[in-house]
């Protein structure tokens, strides 16, 4: 168990619709990471907070939008889904957020657009 | 643009023989590298890191090899358990940029 949970692990919509992935990081840690992993690929980075803050942005679409609460917290919001936006998304949390400090993954949330 | 490849999908080793995985950059600027390891229906999990001023960096059974003028970067476990069966993933980074992912190596571990 690396501390950081997710809420909730599987959702499934529909098209055009909206959805709010939860993240609630490890205790301690001010640095919050998105991370999207479609089939056979990758983890793509989206998008990373500290403390409050948006510190880094990846290849996150302009139809996702996300925050980090001041009790750390951080939800990912996903807008207008498309097919193409069914995935496993991860959250990862850090103490400081420096490049090399090691990112805690939660066990994801997986969506599926039907 | 895959700047972090690791071109084996999948590897099969025999338990106790040593398992080795290959991951190959092609940004010259990486001078982070990290591998992490995932079981079905749970995170990465951190494994083992190594900065660039290193070519060699160990923690127990696993070991991280670094050839800078080749852009390639290996995991070597041994020897290798049951438990080892994952998926792993390399990452690079640099200065403050984001953790760049590899697609992964299924390795199984055969009794």
């Not at chain 1, 302009?62 to 193409?84: I, M, T, V, Y």
Request: aromatic content about 12%.
């Amino acid at each position: 168990d690396s501390g950081v949970t997710q809420t909730p692990k599987h959702l499934i919509t529909a098209t055009g619709q909206r959805v709010t992935l939860r993240c609630s990081p490890r205790s301690g840690d001010l640095s919050v990471y998105w991370y999207q992993q479609s089939l056979d690929q990758g983890l793509q980075f989206l998008i990373q907070y500290y403390n409050g803050e948006e510190r880094a942005k990846g290849n996150i679409l302009e139809r996702f939008s996300a925050q980090q609460f001041p009790d750390l917290h951080s939800e990912l919001n996903l807008s207008s889904l498309e097919l193409g936006d069914s995935a496993l998304y991860f959250c990862a949390s850090s103490v400081d957020g420096s490049y090399t400090d090691t990112q805690y993954f939660g066990p994801g949330t997986r969506l599926t657009v039907l | 643009d895959q700047q972090v490849k690791q071109n084996s999908p999948s590897l099969s080793v025999q338990e106790g023989r040593i398992s080795i995985l290959n991951c190959d950059y092609t940004n010259s600027m990486f001078d982070y590298f990290l591998w992490y390891k995932k079981y079905p229906a749970e995170g990465p999990t951190f494994l083992i890191s190594i900065s660039s001023i290193k070519d060699k960096n160990e923690d127990g059974r696993f070991t991280v090899f670094l050839n800078k003028s080749a852009k390639h970067l290996s995991l070597h476990i041994v020897p290798s358990q049951p438990g080892d069966s994952a998926v792993y993933f390399c990452a690079a980074s640099f200065g403050n940029e984001k953790l760049t992912f590899g697609t992964g190596t299924r390795l199984t571990i055969i009794p």
